[in-house]
């Protein structure tokens, strides 16, 4: 890989670990330059993340499914006369000045 490839995919880690909020992408050097406080808050968002309830892929995409299936008969945008009484609509077509 090229220079620039290797610094693009450091940098897109980066932000998709940060946008996690895991501390992935911090290296050993900065948390050298970390303080008592910043790294108890680490720490601290770490165990809330390892708290946090997951639920198995499995289970969930057919509960999504099932919910997405159980809206269409009330979007506006399946069901054409739901669109027709939207108050938002635009009832004229454009006009020439």
Do not use: A
Not at 47 to 73: A, C, H, N, Y
């Amino acid at each position: 890989m090229t220079y620039s490839v290797m610094f693009l995919h450091l940098k897109v880690r980066q932000s998709f670990s940060k946008e996690l909020g895991s501390f992935r992408h911090i290296t050993t050097t900065k948390m050298d330059e970390l303080d008592e406080t910043q790294l108890k808050d680490m720490v601290e968002s770490l165990k809330q993340q390892l708290d946090f309830p997951r639920e198995k892929t499995s289970t969930s995409i057919p509960e999504l499914v099932k919910w997405i299936e159980g809206k269409m008969p009330e979007d506006p945008f399946l069901n054409p006369e739901l669109l027709k009484s939207n108050p938002w609509m635009e009832s004229g077509k454009c006009v020439v000045i």
